[in-house]
């Protein structure tokens, strides 16, 4: 995740790291179907990081292991699960690297 740590203020929001990481919903929904994929777009070495970190969690970490199991008895496949958990994932690091430089930077301009 260099690519965040290098140059956190290019990094608006938390949509925009999920976007430059290629962990971006879009929706793909044709006909009485709804719903969505990962965008094929962003930085490719991110998104294989978070897959990396993705497939240790689901097999190591309690509390993925448990979202797995809820959202397969839900009815939903393993692609959706891992799109919802990508998404979850950088919700974390945008908390863990760029929002503590936000507040920082936001404190020293006022």
Excluded: W
């Excluded at 719903?35 to 777009?41: E, I, K, S, T």
């Excluded at 097999?59 to 919802?84: D, P, V």
């Amino acid at each position: 995740m260099l690519v965040v740590g290098d140059n956190p203020e290019r990094i608006r929001s938390e949509a925009a790291l999920a976007k430059l990481c290629g962990a971006c919903p879009i929706p793909a929904s044709s006909g009485k179907t709804s719903r969505h994929r990962l965008n094929r777009g962003g930085h490719r070495q991110a998104n294989a990081a978070l897959h990396r970190i993705l497939v240790v969690r689901m097999r190591f970490h309690e509390s993925a292991i448990a979202y797995l199991k809820r959202r397969t008895a839900q009815g939903n496949t393993k692609k959706e699960i891992f799109r919802c958990l990508k998404r979850l994932l950088i919700r974390e690091i945008y908390q863990m690297l760029v929002a503590p430089y936000k507040t920082e930077t936001t404190s020293a301009a006022a």
